[in-house]
Structure formats: structure tokens, C-alpha cells
């Protein structure tokens, strides 16, 4: 049974940048592709970013593109999300999940932008 722990949340002002990163235990994801979501209260979880098994081909959301990266290390067994210009709006718990949240879900980790 994989664990998945979320961790680099915390509170920054707009315009700041945050790195989360997704650890796993129990079992090694490197064969396959992972995802970050988010969840803002009272909104239902949605798509960040995802990447290839590989790690060779990445996938956002128009709302992050082009100031999120995700990557991964698959001898570390980790997936980060390195959040840059962050926004008011990105405001929510943070998750990461094989894209077809085939894992048990994580507690996730809080990242607050403060206008």
C-alpha cells in the first residue's frame, strides 16, 4: 500500500514561490505518472500538473501554466512542485496522486497566498 506525504506548503505573500515536494512509501511510483491537485474550501479538487512516468512530458492547467513546474526523481522516489508568481487564488491544500488518483490520498500540505 503506497503512502503518499505532501510537504513545503506554508503561508507567502502574491508573488512569492513555494516547492512542494510528494514522497512516497510502501511502494516506488516511478512507473507512473503523477499528478499535483488542489482543493480551495468549498471547491471540489481539481487538476494542477501532471507528469510522465518518464518524467519526459508534463501537463498543466491553464491556470498554472507557465508558472508551476512539476518534475519528479524516481531514485528518490519523490515528485515536486515548484510554484512561482504565486496568486491569491492558488490558495488551497495541495495533493499529489497518480493522474488517476489511484492512490490512497495523502493528508496534503496548506499553501496560503496572502494578498
Known amino acids: 500500500q503506497v503512502q503518499l506525504v505532501e510537504s513545503g506548503g506554508g503561508l507567502v505573500q502574491a508573488g512569492g514561490s513555494l516547492r512542494l515536494s510528494c514522497a512516497a512509501s510502501g511502494r516506488t511510483f516511478s512507473s507512473y505518472a503523477m499528478g499535483w491537485f488542489r482543493q480551495a474550501p468549498g471547491k471540489e479538487r481539481e487538476f494542477v500538473a501532471a507528469i510522465s512516468w518518464s518524467g519526459g512530458n508534463t501537463y498543466y492547467a491553464d491556470s498554472v501554466k507557465g508558472r508551476f513546474t512539476i518534475s519528479r526523481d524516481t531514485v528518490k522516489n519523490e515528485v515536486y512542485l515548484q510554484m512561482n508568481s504565486l496568486k491569491p487564488e492558488d490558495t488551497a491544500v495541495y495533493y499529489c496522486?497518480?493522474?488517476?488518483?489511484?492512490?490512497?490520498w495523502g493528508q496534503g500540505t496548506q499553501v496560503t497566498v496572502s494578498s
Open positions: 496522486n497518480r493522474i488517476d488518483s489511484g492512490f490512497r
